[in-house]
């Protein structure tokens, strides 16, 4: 065998990290065996498998090629500008699956875990109808949860309704289909509902006590979880569909929530849907359907209706503070920005209180990432990586990289007051 520094230096940053080894090759898109096999030495690694296992790493390609001299690799350090407001921030930061997105000077926690553009037929959704099992802890908390809801509706308070929605169980992404080199996703779902969603995926970082300990559930079940392989199985990983709109006028809508919406005051994409298992689920097999739920979503929230040819599904990924996955797309609408604003201004959306404003910017790089720079403005990783790949798509990764050069934007995620009072677990512990 002969002395191969490449294969070295990809083990030893790869342990560093506390990385398996059938992680970082399904990163690169490989075989378990392909990576023992290059770390022994005994396969060649071609230019384009470099790049990724230098992503998968998160170092400099270049970072590969040094020999192995027992020195550190300097890790990304998150931008200062991330900001949370849970009262566990430290924690929470320590804590977190490491991942995010950089684009420019920004960073915001949205892990990619598929990019497209992906052809509507290449992307294959399946359901599984039997419930899954959870841990007593988190099966504890979600009927407190639901114990307290429905106390507070019956003093007349405004808390939401639960619904029956999809949980994303697995999924494969793949750059071939049928012999061509398009990129397919598989995603494979099973059933969870909302309430399960704000038990688990929106209480991440709620101090527990059970058994004479105290720790969070990002600390016992999703802190080494690398969300661009596998979702977190013991949450309701809770799944959706962000839209970025452009008008005929040219403008990107951006949506400000309401203030009794999840993320009140926070900035969003154009649309913001979960899918439902009623209203979005395929007759025959049960499996989501992503177009439904944009249509729905365009209907309900900006009161216009969506032509299939008008959108185009971008990317596949994760927010890694909550552990939530969403297909982001890009709609090019023949509606005006005022056209939608007289559709909203009479009810016709019928969810336009999750809106507590609209705003039309000019779609461009450089009007765009002016407008999120604003201070007053606090953006979430979900409206954050819906701009940034409409974007990519129309103009380009590198003028989307100088535009957000330089600047500073707020990253936030933010609960209703009503979700953030606390209420007592059975067993002695609390949630939020």
């Avoid at 566990?88 to 991942?99: K, M, P, V």
């Avoid at 604003?374 to 989307?400: D, N, T, W």
């Amino acid at each position: 065998m002969h002395d191969y520094p490449i294969g070295r230096r990809v083990r030893e940053l790869r342990l560093r990290r506390g990385m398996s080894q059938d992680v970082v090759a399904g990163l690169v898109g490989k075989s378990e065996r392909w990576l023992i096999a290059v770390e022994a030495g005994r396969d060649d690694v071609r230019v384009s498998d470099l790049v990724k296992l230098a992503g998968a790493l998160r170092v400099r390609p270049e970072e590969l090629l040094a020999p192995p001299d027992g020195q550190r690799v300097a890790e990304p350090a998150p931008s200062p500008i991330l900001r949370r407001h849970f009262p566990t921030e430290g924690r929470a930061r320590s804590q977190d699956t490491r991942w995010g997105t950089r684009v420019g000077s920004i960073w915001f926690p949205w892990v990619v875990a598929g990019y497209g553009p992906y052809r509507p037929e290449n992307i294959e959704t399946y359901f599984h109808a039997d419930e899954p099992e959870y841990p007593p802890d988190v099966e504890e908390g979600f009927l407190a949860l639901g114990d307290d809801i429905r106390r507070r509706g019956a003093r007349g308070e405004d808390v939401p309704y639960d619904s029956d929605d999809f949980k994303l169980l697995r999924f494969h992404v793949s750059s071939r289909t049928h012999g061509y080199e398009e990129p397919r996703l598989v995603l494979h779902f099973g059933p969870t509902t909302y309430f399960r969603m704000l038990a688990t995926d929106q209480r991440l970082d709620v101090p527990l006590t059970s058994g004479g300990r105290t720790y969070t559930l990002r600390e016992r079940y999703a802190a080494e979880v690398d969300l661009r392989v596998k979702p977190v199985p013991e949450l309701a990983t809770h799944w959706g569909v962000g839209l970025s709109v452009v008008t005929a006028d040219g403008l990107l809508l951006v949506s400000e929530r309401g203030n009794t919406a999840v993320d009140p005051q926070v900035f969003f994409p154009s649309v913001a849907e979960g899918t439902t298992r009623m209203l979005d689920g395929d007759p025959d097999s049960g499996a989501p359907r992503p177009l439904s739920t944009a249509m729905r979503g365009m209907t309900e929230e900006l009161g216009i209706s969506l032509e299939a040819d008008e959108l185009t599904w971008l990317s596949f990924g994760a927010n890694s503070y909550l552990c939530e996955y969403a297909l982001i797309g890009l709609v090019r609408t023949a509606s005006t920005f005022a056209e939608i604003e007289d559709r909203r201004s009479v009810g016709a959306a019928k969810d336009h209180w999750e809106t507590r404003r609209l705003h039309g910017v000019e779609f461009t790089p450089s009007a765009v990432a002016a407008f999120c720079a604003q201070p007053a403005r606090p953006f979430s990783a979900f409206g954050l990586i819906a701009i940034v790949h409409a974007l990519m798509y129309e103009y380009g990764i590198g003028k989307v990289e100088r535009a957000f050069t330089g600047i500073r934007v707020a990253v936030t995620q933010r609960l209703p007051d009503w979700l953030a009072g606390h209420s007592e677990m059975p067993g002695g512990s609390r949630l939020p």
